[in-house]
């Protein structure tokens, strides 16, 4: 049974950073591309960042582009989040989300197009 495990989050202060980490478990394969999204409180669910696990290449929403850095450990199947600099509209349930067949570009924001989700981890930024 294939899964995705978050862990690391927590509540910060504006201005300071938080870790994620997403590992993959009872897979076979490689995933094709790996997501973060959030869902903040009325919002709904947002492409954060991707990264293509063959070649590493990375995509951001344009909100946290600077900000935030995805990166992948490809031997262990667990891709990572660093969030700096966080603000208060940064807060969230945070999911991971993987998908096969095809890379990243040009989808990687769009909640439908991954079949694999993790059960999520809560990011509290207070101001």
């Known amino acids: 049974q294939v899964q995705l495990v978050e862990s690391g989050g927590g509540s910060v202060q504006a201005g300071g950073s938080l870790s994620l980490a997403c590992a993959a478990s009872?897979?076979?394969?490689?995933?094709?591309?790996m997501g973060w999204f959030r869902q903040g409180p009325g919002k709904e669910r947002e492409g954060v960042a991707a990264?293509?696990?063959?070649?590493?290449?990375?995509y951001y929403a344009d909100s946290v582009k600077d900000r935030f850095t995805i990166s992948q450990d490809y031997a262990k199947n667990t891709v990572f989040l660093l969030m700096n600099s966080l603000k208060p509209e940064d807060t969230g349930m945070y999911y991971c989300?993987?998908?096969?067949?095809?890379?990243?570009?040009?989808?990687?924001?769009?909640?439908?197009?991954?079949?694999?989700w993790g059960q999520g981890i809560q990011v509290t930024v207070s101001s």
């Open positions: 989300a993987a998908r096969l067949g095809y890379s990243c570009p040009g989808t990687w924001y769009l909640s439908s197009a991954y079949g694999f």
């Open positions: 990264i293509d696990t063959g070649g590493s290449a990375a």
């Open positions: 009872g897979v076979t394969y490689r995933f094709n591309c």
